[in-house]
């Protein structure tokens, strides 16, 4: 039988993703991986999967739904052993194994044997804490918080390997989508230097009913909550925070930048009425909130640079981005060899978000299973160094400045001499007919500048007095 690791207490931990050949007598690790080993190299056949041990921390949305596909899945070799919740006695179900433990106490984990301790009580403590125990406790971690990995994900990497274990976040960034994945091993033969992404289902929930329905947003936001599509406070969505700290994930794991989540622009969605999407439409878009980073390669004069910003933008009808209804997550990857590769799905929910955390599950007990059995890498060898790149969201792309104002004579002269002096070409001007002209909605288009020129140029228009609302500024992307 395998032997597991409480009978090599203090022995020396044999490496998990070392690509050494193991030579000499094997050396047994917290798991019990090398006993499978010696068993190996003493000319046993047929070494079986390794039972690999699970442990949940927290049993809400996203843990049952692992706790459910866990025991439901047939001929895994992984079983789940805790399940950890504070006031755990109302979360008790009758459909879990009897063997599965119920606790409010972490030690009862870190104390286990269990190999994967699987965060997804979210926060950041006492979260963050927990993941470094059980990470110097010989444990490996799956989390699926964006925020905890946006924030500290380059520390505790760095505290896995030093552990010889690993830290897997791949529902960290829009749910089911394997784009975590994706990016790091599908994609990982192309030099990205695009990501462009609708990674907050919210937003884009609100977005698709405003444009199907011509409500207002404030409308479509208290639809979304009564259906749950949006939380109480809606703030970390609807301001961009949310999918910020994602786009900082998908930069250090696609275009190996290490940027921090507060780097990141950030604009909100609430100013969005249904007009813009009759305008949007009007010039063949449509509009999403959109979360782009773009690498700048290094130059003489210049550092590396990094455009990247969360913002509503318009988006081209014929763009995959734009076909994007609902709840949905869609990522679009850019690579110098391989171009457009683009990863869609249910960017949220329980069942979607639990098949990722399954699969980095699985993707860890493989692994242990290669150590145990051919000691093959599981280390990011290979990959590009990381940078610490400039963060500017100074795109240059056209413009889209939808105005509401009190109608008078001479209010387009007026716009199209701040333009002009600060160096803006005007491309279109469109007035949908029939509006009431004490609030009267119209727009301008601009030629490709800078967004800095833009905003230099609105904060001297904000200040007219024919205004009703601050003009809203737009890209087109
Ligand atoms: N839901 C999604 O669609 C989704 C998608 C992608 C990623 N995620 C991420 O997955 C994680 C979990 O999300 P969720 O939707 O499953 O949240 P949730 O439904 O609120 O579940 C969290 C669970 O953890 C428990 N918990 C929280 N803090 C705890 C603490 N300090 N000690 C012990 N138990 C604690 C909660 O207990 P109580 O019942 O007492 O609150 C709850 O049962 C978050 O990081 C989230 O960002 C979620």
Redesign the pocket.
Same mark, same amino acid.
């Given at each position: 039988m395998w032997t597991n690791s409480s009978a090599y207490p203090t022995q020396p931990p044999f490496r998990f993703g070392d690509n050494r050949k193991m030579t000499g007598p094997p050396k047994p690790n917290a798991t019990g991986s090398s006993a499978v080993a010696a068993r190996i190299n003493a000319g046993e056949k047929n070494v079986g999967p390794q039972a690999c041990n699970v442990a949940l921390l927290?049993?809400?949305?996203?843990?049952s739904s692992v706790a459910r596909i866990l025991c439901e899945r047939p001929n895994t070799h992984l079983r789940l052993t805790h399940v950890?919740?504070?006031?755990v006695a109302r979360?008790k179900v009758d459909w879990l194994p009897s063997s599965v433990q119920w606790t409010e106490n972490i030690d009862d984990v870190l104390s286990s044997k269990a190999d994967i301790v699987v965060e997804?009580?979210?926060?950041l403590q006492?979260t963050e804490d927990w993941i470094r125990r059980a990470l110097t406790s010989g444990k490996s971690v799956v989390t !699926?918080?964006?925020q905890l990995i946006a924030r500290s994900g380059p520390e505790l990497i760095g505290l896995a390997r030093q552990m010889n274990q690993q830290i897997q976040f791949g529902?960290?960034v829009a749910?089911g989508v394997p784009v975590i994945s994706g990016l790091h091993d599908g994609l990982g033969g192309d030099e990205l230097f695009k990501i462009r992404g609708i990674l907050n289902g919210t937003c884009n929930y609100i977005l698709s009913q405003i444009e199907a329905n011509g409500i207002p947003f404030a409308t479509a936001l208290r639809e979304a909550q009564k259906l749950g599509f949006a939380e109480a406070d809606p703030t970390e969505d609807i301001d961009g925070l949310d999918a910020r700290a994602k786009l900082a994930i998908l930069a250090r794991v696609g275009l190996h930048c290490n940027i921090k989540p507060e780097s990141i622009v950030a604009r909100s969605v609430s100013a969005i009425d249904a007009v813009d999407f009759e305008y949007a439409n009007q010039l063949g878009c449509t509009i999403r909130q959109i979360s782009c980073a773009e690498l700048m390669p290094e130059s003489k004069s210049k550092a590396t640079q990094l455009f990247a910003a969360v913002q509503p933008a318009l988006v081209e009808l014929a763009s995959p981005l734009a076909r994007v209804e609902g709840s949905q997550n869609l990522v679009v990857a850019t690579g110098k060899y391989g171009g457009e590769t683009v990863f869609g799905g249910h960017g !949220?929910?329980?069942h979607p978000?639990a098949v990722a955390v399954v699969s980095d599950i699985l993707a860890i007990a493989r692994s242990r299973q290669a150590t145990v059995t051919t000691t093959t890498t599981t280390s990011d060898a290979g990959q590009p160094a990381e940078t610490t790149p400039t963060v500017t969201a100074d795109f240059t792309a056209k413009h889209y400045l939808r105005f509401l104002v009190k109608d008078r004579p001479g209010i387009i002269a007026t716009l199209a001499t701040i333009l002009s002096q600060s160096g803006i070409n005007i491309d279109s001007v469109l007035q949908k007919p029939g509006c009431p002209k004490s609030h009267l909605p119209f727009l301008i288009t601009l030629e490709e500048c800078k967004a800095s020129l833009v905003e230099q140029a609105l904060q001297q228009i904000n200040s007219l007095d024919f205004l009703v609302q601050p003009c809203l500024h737009l890209p087109i992307l």
């Open positions: 927290g049993f809400g949305t996203v843990g950890l919740n504070r006031n979360k997804v009580m979210g926060g006492p !699926a918080n964006k529902a960290s749910g !949220a929910g329980g978000t």
